[in-house]
C-alpha cells in the first residue's frame, strides 16, 4: 500500500468512528447534519455545509 491510500483509509476509518459517536449522541439528525457538513466541505459548497453546521448546532443546543 502507498502511504496516500494508507492515508486516505484511515481518514475514512475515522469519519465513520466520528459519525457512529455523532449518531450515538444525537441520533439520526445529527449523522445527517455531520453528512451535509462533510460533503459541503469537500465539495466546496458553503450551502450544504452551512445546512450540515446549523443543524448540528442546533442539536446540541437542545442536548
Not at 484511515?10 to 459517536?21: F, Q
Request: aromatic share 4%; net charge negative.
Amino acid at each position: 500500500m502507498k502511504a496516500k491510500e494508507e492515508l486516505e483509509l484511515l481518514g475514512g476509518v475515522s469519519l465513520v468512528i466520528v459519525e457512529t459517536a455523532v449518531q450515538g449522541a444525537y441520533g439520526a439528525f445529527g449523522a445527517l447534519g455531520l453528512l451535509l457538513l462533510m460533503i459541503g466541505l469537500k465539495s466546496a459548497n458553503s450551502t450544504c455545509a452551512a445546512t450540515g453546521a446549523v443543524l448540528l448546532v442546533i442539536l446540541m443546543t437542545q442536548a
